[in-house]
């Protein structure tokens, strides 16, 4: 039986019945058996547009089943949207809004915030400018896969990676095209990388 890896991301709901039909072949990130993934129910998150009041659909639940004749490992796990951002409330639609509003603004991150609907603090817009940051080497090395760097006036480099990933995904919300297309986060999971100290 060929042993597929399974994807970090899904695009739409025929994507996830897609991805469902062929668990079968997907082999465990955790334990790498194949032949033993499940449905486990759909994964949940806050609406950001609620203030956390409701909730919305953010992925599908797998688990690498172990009861019965099965030999999985147990582990459960989410495949996500691929607006979702791993870890984070903020989707990938008003974070593709933030980063076109701080090109437009030439990195004025308090004039950005003001441009949007103000659904996350001016503190998450600072800290997600600093974790744009840590994660440019990996991104840059994505994007110029996609296509060569745009010209770009501004001196500041993360600016000229927002051009780029732009330029790469010319749509909306460019950053679910990034995580669809190479089933990786935008960001990095702030968890496990300390975060650089701000600029005075």
């Known amino acids: 039986?060929?042993?597929?890896?399974?994807?970090?991301?899904?695009?739409?709901?025929?994507?996830?019945?897609?991805?469902?039909?062929?668990?079968?072949?997907?082999?465990?990130?955790?334990?790498?058996?194949?032949?033993?993934?499940?449905?486990?129910?759909?994964?949940?998150?806050?609406?950001?547009?609620?203030?956390?009041?409701?909730?919305?659909?953010?992925?599908?639940?797998?688990?690498?089943?172990?009861?019965?004749?099965?030999?999985?490992?147990?582990?459960?796990?989410?495949?996500?949207?691929?607006?979702?951002l791993p870890k984070r409330s903020i989707n990938s639609t008003y974070l593709s809004a933030l980063l076109k509003a701080i090109l437009q603004c030439a990195g004025r991150i308090h004039e950005a915030w003001q441009l949007g609907k103000r659904l996350f603090s001016l503190s998450t817009a600072y800290r997600i400018w600093r974790q744009v940051n840590y994660a440019q080497p990996q991104l840059r090395h994505r994007l110029c896969d996609c296509t060569d760097p745009p010209p770009c006036d501004e001196p500041e480099p993360r600016l000229q990676l927002i051009a780029h990933l732009q330029s790469a995904f010319p749509k909306t919300d460019p950053i679910q095209s990034f995580q669809s297309h190479f089933q990786i986060p935008l960001l990095p999971d702030s968890r496990k990388h300390p975060q650089p100290p701000r600029s005075m």
């Open 1 to 84: 039986m060929p042993k597929l890896s399974l994807p970090q991301f899904f695009t739409g709901d025929e994507h996830r019945q897609q991805l469902i039909g062929k668990l079968k072949l997907l082999s465990c990130p955790h334990c790498a058996q194949c032949a033993y993934l499940i449905c486990n129910g759909l994964l949940y998150g806050n609406d950001p547009e609620q203030q956390g009041c409701a909730r919305i659909e953010r992925g599908q639940r797998i688990r690498c089943s172990d009861r019965g004749a099965s030999e999985g490992c147990g582990h459960s796990f989410a495949v996500l949207n691929a607006t979702s």
